[in-house]
């Protein structure tokens, strides 16, 4: 540590790259829990759809990392991960199944439900990665992934039903979205280990974001406008969900890392679902009832347990 790194208070030493990681980090997850709001607001009223917005996000974004990568290192290491048999494959794999997967179904959990709900449905990604591991090692879960997946549970049933097993607060096909998002969150954060090693986690986010949305626009290109509403404010939104809520939010969160630990991270990642959560209540004026707010910090919480002891044998 150098001496711009670090201050000297009451003969205390502290060390400002590390607050600096922390600022970072808390700035991208705020960032990402805001544009699932935003997405919300162009959904509800400025008559957009999410698999055009994540077309958008996913290959402008895309394109703006890769640009990044080659800036930073060089147009011949940006490419070379198509030379590789064996890593192509995975990329594309990745590209579909992760990336999009996770984009897609968190995009459709908002406009079925609302951002904050889908949001900290999506956080139970950790708990679905406690039990596959379970599975695939075949071993039973220690106490405190017990304890973390029964919170995850119940945090849950209080988000969905706000405490009243009579009725849901959101739809079952919202629900059903949001926990196919947290599915493929587990998957995004599994499968891509050695990719990420080898290449590094810009070049294959940003590979994986072009292939995923150029793969959708087959689908929805972008060239449909179908029933959407173009105005100032939606540019603006789109935009903010491009740039922010994608660019900005994720290379924050990826360079914290030169300055503090990933179980750091993770846990003042936290901070997107109640971005998500306070956004949608005062902004858009979603219902918030306390059960959901238990459930909020139930999930929450699970990721809390995960992060502080993480298990040696995830990967």
């Excluded at 048999?85 to 959990?109: C, K, P, W």
């Excluded at 096909?173 to 998957?187: H, P, T």
């Amino acid at each position: 540590m150098t001496e711009a790194d670090a201050i000297i208070l009451d003969g205390k030493t502290f060390n400002l790259s590390r607050y600096k990681g922390y600022i970072m980090v808390l700035i991208g997850a705020t960032l990402w829990g805001l544009s699932g709001t935003v997405a919300q607001a162009l959904f509800q009223y400025e008559g957009f759809h999410p698999q055009w917005l994540v077309v958008v996000r996913m290959v402008l974004s895309g394109l703006l990392l890769l640009l990044i990568a080659s800036i930073k290192q060089n147009k011949c290491q940006v490419w070379a991960i198509w030379k590789n048999e064996n890593d192509r494959f995975r990329l594309i794999i990745f590209s579909f199944i992760g990336m999009l997967g996770v984009q897609y179904t968190y995009f459709e959990a908002i406009q079925t439900g609302n951002a904050a709900t889908a949001t900290l449905l999506q956080y139970l990604g950790p708990a679905f990665i406690v039990l596959f591991l379970a599975v695939r090692f075949r071993r039973f879960p220690n106490f405190r992934e017990l304890v973390a997946v029964s919170l995850a549970l119940f945090g849950t049933f209080l988000l969905v039903t706000d405490g009243s097993v009579q009725k849901l607060t959101i739809s079952t096909v919202a629900v059903a979205w949001g926990l196919g998002s947290a599915v493929s969150l587990a998957f995004y954060t599994l499968y891509p280990a050695g990719l990420l090693e080898r290449w590094g986690s810009v070049v294959v986010v940003g590979w994986s974001m072009v292939v995923g949305g150029v793969g959708l626009s087959v689908i929805n290109p972008l060239w449909q406008f179908q029933g959407q509403h173009w105005s100032l404010l939606s540019v603006l939104f789109v935009s903010f969900v491009v740039l922010f809520g994608t660019l900005i939010a994720f290379y924050l969160y990826i360079d914290s890392l030169r300055f503090i630990t990933p179980t750091e991270a993770s846990l003042l990642a936290s901070a997107e679902p109640l971005s998500a959560a306070l956004a949608s209540v005062f902004w858009l004026h979603v219902s918030f009832g306390i059960f959901q707010v238990m459930g909020g910090l139930c999930i929450i919480g699970t990721v809390v347990i995960l992060s502080l002891r993480p298990n040696k044998n995830l990967l």
